[in-house]
């Protein structure tokens, strides 16, 4: 969740006059403020958030609506004793992101403060009782384990700089800390790629100094970027002979729809700067990043072999069983009875469309031959999540205005 609010934030610090031209700006306001809400709450005290509600094993075993959850809701915390730095650091960045977000035109500088505030805390506890999450919550290791703390740290340490401008930030971003490297994917786990992306934009608007780890930072972005748009290593994936960029077979989109946010935003600001991206002895002006990012939008919203839109709700075609309970089971207006864990099996087993259309989620997507099985018990393709749709918000907003 904490990634989802930082990467719709994020859509709307690079993407406010777009947004709202389009008429959205007010409801990507509303989506980050839900999450935002929720990730302050959850910092109870300085040195404690919560990070977990529920049993990984108790809620899969159930398909059930979420107004009738009857599994344990059990909340787990971290704290001093039992540390979490990448999931605090990873608030820490949400909520200093959601600041930045709410600072601008119609938005709101009371409630950016009290997030900033919760973030500068949230920052220097990730930072001073250091241990990833899963060691303090085991039950979440075979869920959403974390690969490690750093990424978020300076991910968090980006964010404030941006959202403060305050030395220590800036301090921690030019330290001798793990930058990361040239990586394969921007992802709920490995924030390096969105942290190195928005270092190069503060290099190419003449707000940090282009050298040093700085300099290390922007080369290793746009090396991801190269090897995005097919020139250079391949490290981050090749196309599909349907032209979709493929990394993984779990849920493939999500690692598209944050590459295409980092390119078009990276794109945007080498505009900015009348600078072009160099990829060997190739060099790529932005309206070609641009360009590459809109064939892999048009390929999510129908422009491929199965001739299906992965947006749920959109075009003529769409998947008709995503593997989402709340969208196969009878809404409560219709059903207003209780669905119990064992009755709401017979909903998952069934062969027809889900009863609700769950309209702008984005699918896992096809494999890499562009094939998609339209199953609801197929979850590596078909299970929508919100880290997959957030940075599509400002994709889109960019390609509208193109």
Known sequence: ????????????????????????????????????????????????????????????????????????????????????????????????????AFTGPRGDSRYASTLLKHAKQLFQFAKNNRGLYQNSIPSARSFYSSSGDEDELLWAAVWLYIATGHHEYKAYIAGDNNVGGVRQSLSWDDKFVGAQALVAKLILQGKLPNNGRHAEMRSNVESFL??????????????????????????????????????????????????????????????????????????????????????????????????????SLPSLTNNPGKISCG???????????????IDGAIVGGPDNNDHYDDSRGNYQQGEPSTYTVAPIVGVLARLLHN
């Open 1 to 100: 969740m904490a990634f989802t609010a930082t990467m719709l934030s994020w859509s709307v610090v690079e993407h406010r006059g777009r947004l709202a031209a389009a008429g959205e700006l007010g409801h990507a306001l509303q989506a980050v403020r839900w999450g935002a809400d929720y990730l302050a709450k959850a910092h109870a005290r300085p040195d404690v958030l919560y990070v977990n509600v529920g049993d990984g094993d108790s809620d899969h075993a159930c398909w059930e609506r979420p107004e009738d959850m009857d599994t344990p809701r059990r909340s787990y915390l971290v704290n001093a004793t039992h540390p979490g730095s990448d999931v605090a650091a990873e608030t820490a960045a949400a909520l200093a992101a959601a600041s930045v």
């Open 226 to 327: 190269c090897n995005v748009v097919q020139h250079g290593d391949g490290r981050s994936g090749r196309l599909t002979p349907g032209g979709m960029l493929y990394l993984q077979p779990w849920s493939n989109l999500q690692d598209v729809t944050t590459a295409m946010f980092v390119l078009v935003t990276h794109a945007d600001h080498l505009a900015a700067a009348r600078a072009s991206l160099q990829c060997g002895g190739v060099r790529l002006p932005p309206a070609q990043l641009v360009s590459f990012a809109r064939s892999q939008v048009d390929y999510i919203l129908g422009k491929n072999p199965m001739k299906m839109s992965y947006m749920v709700g959109v075009g003529k075609r769409y998947p008709t069983q995503p593997h989402h309970r709340g969208a």
């Open 343 to 357: 009755k709401g099996s017979e909903y998952f087993h069934r062969s027809a469309p889900n009863l609700n259309v």
